[in-house]
C-alpha cells in the first residue's frame, strides 16, 4: 500500500501547456489522496511560497513536500529539514561562470516570492537581461555572502554548450551537484554534492514513519533522478526522459494526459483495501 506520493511538478504533475497551474483534476485527485489518510507532496525546485499560485492558494496540496530541489523538507505544514549550499563552493561556480562570460549562479530567497534572486558576479552589466529568463525581480552581487537554500546557473546556448558547462562545473566544483530540471529549461541546479530529493524523499518516510515500499515517487528529467532511484516504487511519466524511465520500476500516463492525476486517484482508490494502485500490480 502507498501511503506517501511525491512528484516533480513541471513536465511530470503539470503539462507545460498548463503554464505551471495544476488543473482541477490534479486538484481533486490530490484531495482524493489526503481524503483516504494518505500523504501527497511536490518535489521540486521552487521554494514554498513560489508553489502557492501552482495549487490556486490551496494549502493542503503543499503542506508536505520537498522544496528548492529537497533542501527545505516540510510535513504537515512544517519545516523538518533544512539543507544548506556553502559559501566557499558557490563563489567557486560564480567564478568560474565569470570566467566563462556566459550565464550566472543565481541564488533565492526562499521567504519571498519564487523568482526573487541576485545574480553573484563581477560584472553587473553582463546580468543586467536577466539572460532571458523571466525573474519577477533581481539584482546582482559581487559575492556570495551566506549559505543558501536555493541556487542554480542560468546557462545560455544549445542543451548541447549547457551540457559543457555542466560538466566543467562537476570536474571544477565537486563539492556541488550540478542537474538540469527538466529537458529544455536553461538552467542547472545546484545542491550540496549527494543530497537531492531522493534525500529529502527518505527524511520524509522517516518523519511519517512508513518503509521506503510504501512511498511512491513520480518524475521525468536528470534532477528526479536521484527518487526514482532510491525508492523502489519510483514512477516515470510516459513522457520522461530515456534515464529517468531507465531509473524508474513503474511508468504512467504522459503529463499531457495528466497521467500522475490518474495514478494518484488509483492509488487513494486502493487505499481503502490495503492493497497496490493498479498500475503498479
Not at 511530470?12 to 485527485?29: D, F, N, V
Not at 546557462?155 to 558547462?165: K, L, P, Y
Not at 513522457?239 to 524511465?245: C, I, L, M, Q, W
Not at 494526459?257 to 495514478?263: P, Y
Request: proline share 6%; with cysteine.
Amino acid at each position: 500500500m502507498i501511503k506517501l506520493a511525491l512528484t516533480d511538478l513541471d513536465d511530470t504533475l503539470i503539462p507545460l501547456a498548463h503554464r505551471g497551474s495544476a488543473s482541477e483534476r490534479t486538484i481533486e485527485a490530490i484531495h482524493a489522496m489526503l481524503d483516504a489518510g494518505l500523504h501527497f507532496g511536490p518535489v521540486t525546485g521552487r521554494t514554498p511560497p513560489g508553489v502557492e499560485n501552482t495549487f490556486h492558494g490551496d494549502a493542503r496540496c503543499y503542506a508536505t513536500g520537498a522544496f528548492a530541489n529537497g533542501q527545505i523538507v516540510m510535513l504537515d505544514g512544517e519545516v523538518i529539514h533544512r539543507e544548506w549550499c556553502p559559501v566557499e563552493p558557490l563563489q567557486k561556480v560564480a567564478d568560474i561562470m565569470d570566467e566563462l562570460g556566459e550565464g550566472a549562479l543565481a541564488l533565492y530567497d526562499v521567504d519571498g516570492p519564487d523568482l526573487s534572486a541576485w545574480f553573484v558576479s563581477k560584472d553587473p552589466k553582463r546580468c543586467e537581461n536577466g539572460f532571458g529568463w523571466k525573474l519577477r525581480s533581481y539584482r546582482t552581487e559581487p559575492r556570495v555572502l551566506a549559505p543558501v537554500l536555493k541556487s542554480n546557473v542560468h546557462v545560455t546556448g544549445s542543451r548541447e554548450h549547457q551540457e559543457e558547462i555542466q560538466q566543467i562545473l562537476r570536474r571544477e566544483v565537486p563539492e556541488l551537484d550540478f542537474v538540469f530540471p527538466s529537458q529544455t529549461a536553461p538552467l542547472i541546479d545546484v545542491t550540496p554534492a549527494g543530497y537531492g530529493k531522493g534525500s529529502a524523499a527518505l527524511i520524509l518516510a522517516d518523519a511519517l514513519g512508513i518503509d521506503v515500499n510504501e512511498v511512491a515517487t513520480f518524475g521525468d528529467s536528470e534532477n528526479d533522478l536521484t527518487m526514482l532511484s532510491c525508492i523502489p516504487n519510483s514512477v516515470a511519466v510516459a513522457n520522461g526522459s530515456p534515464e529517468a524511465k531507465a531509473a524508474a520500476r513503474w511508468e504512467c500516463g504522459a503529463s499531457a494526459d495528466e497521467g500522475v492525476a490518474e495514478a494518484l486517484l488509483q492509488i487513494a482508490e486502493a487505499a481503502s483495501t490495503g492493497e497496490m494502485p493498479a498500475f503498479m500490480r
